[in-house]
């Protein structure tokens, strides 16, 4: 698994999301937080900590029912999204809102891609000789391209939550395509299948320029 990032600000500033790549190369957690952000640290070694148990302990014991049509794998990033809500509502916003979350889990084993995510980035599949695809977007919450990016939709500020979640079936070569933006510019539709992370980000600052954004390519081995 190869994989790459690109980020972005000009007028506005949006936050970098935190990246963990498991040393296994089958796993990537994008972790990006909003509001007090002295916990980070924390959050995020809490979350990478949830998720692990939940991937190697298929006895473990939640109050989460599986969904028929996912993946175990899936319905397993699906409850460490469910756990990772309940820690940051419970711990830091019982009382008053501090930070909120969003979270995107990818998991690839061989050709079979699982995914879960709350919230940013979008994602996109781009196969082999092929123009990207959608595969998941969520639009961000602001009135026009002028004003400060604010995400739609988070953990962490209500008890329950609907993460969207799938399963994907890829070959080497291909890639997924993550981008946090206000924004899907009309432009990306039209990098043809050898576009390099470059040309995507020349595409996205051309299209809406002094817009913030942070792009991330995963490539299958």
């Known amino acids: 698994m190869e994989f790459q990032e690109r980020s972005y600000n000009a007028k506005w500033i949006r936050p970098r999301p935190r990246i963990y790549l498991d040393p296994s190369g089958d796993f990537v957690l994008?972790?990006?937080?909003?509001?007090?952000?002295?916990?980070?640290?924390?959050?995020?070694?809490?979350?990478?900590?949830?998720?692990?148990?939940?991937?190697?302990?298929r006895?473990?014991?939640?109050?989460?029912?599986?969904?028929?049509?996912?993946s175990d794998e899936a319905n397993n990033l699906r409850v460490a999204t469910l756990i990772t809500?309940?820690?940051?509502?419970?711990?830091?916003?019982?009382?008053?809102?501090?930070?909120?979350?969003?979270?995107?889990?990818?998991s690839i084993k061989k050709q079979n891609v699982a995914w879960c995510q709350m919230g940013g980035p979008h994602l996109f599949m781009r196969k082999k000789n092929d123009r990207p695809q959608p595969i998941s977007?969520?639009?961000?919450s602001k009135k026009t391209l002028e004003s400060f990016p604010l995400p739609?939709?988070?953990?962490?500020?209500?008890?329950?939550?609907?993460?969207?979640?799938?399963?994907?079936?890829?070959?080497?070569?291909d890639e997924i395509i993550?981008?946090?933006?206000?924004t899907v510019p009309a432009?990306?539709?039209?990098?043809?299948?050898?576009?390099?992370?470059?040309?995507?980000?020349?595409?996205?600052?051309?299209?809406?320029?002094?817009?913030?954004?942070?792009?991330?390519?995963?490539?299958?081995?």
Request: hydrophobic share 40%; with cysteine; glycine share 4%.
């Open 152 to 173: 739609n939709y988070f953990m962490g500020a209500e008890p329950t939550i609907s993460p969207r979640c799938g399963d994907l079936y890829l070959e080497s070569g």
């Open 137 to 140: 977007c969520f639009p961000e």
């Open 187 to 221: 432009e990306i539709w039209n990098l043809n299948e050898s576009a390099t992370v470059e040309a995507w980000t020349d595409a996205l600052v051309k299209s809406h320029e002094g817009q913030p954004f942070w792009l991330g390519r995963l490539k299958l081995d």
């Open 30 to 57: 994008i972790l990006t937080l909003w509001g007090d952000l002295e916990q980070a640290d924390v959050i995020f070694d809490q979350v990478k900590q949830h998720l692990q148990s939940v991937r190697e302990d």
């Open 59 to 70: 006895e473990l014991t939640t109050p989460f029912q599986n969904i028929l049509t996912l």
């Open 85 to 106: 809500n309940d820690l940051i509502y419970r711990n830091l916003n019982n009382e008053k809102y501090s930070v909120v979350a969003e979270t995107c889990y990818i």
């Open 178 to 182: 993550l981008l946090s933006s206000s």
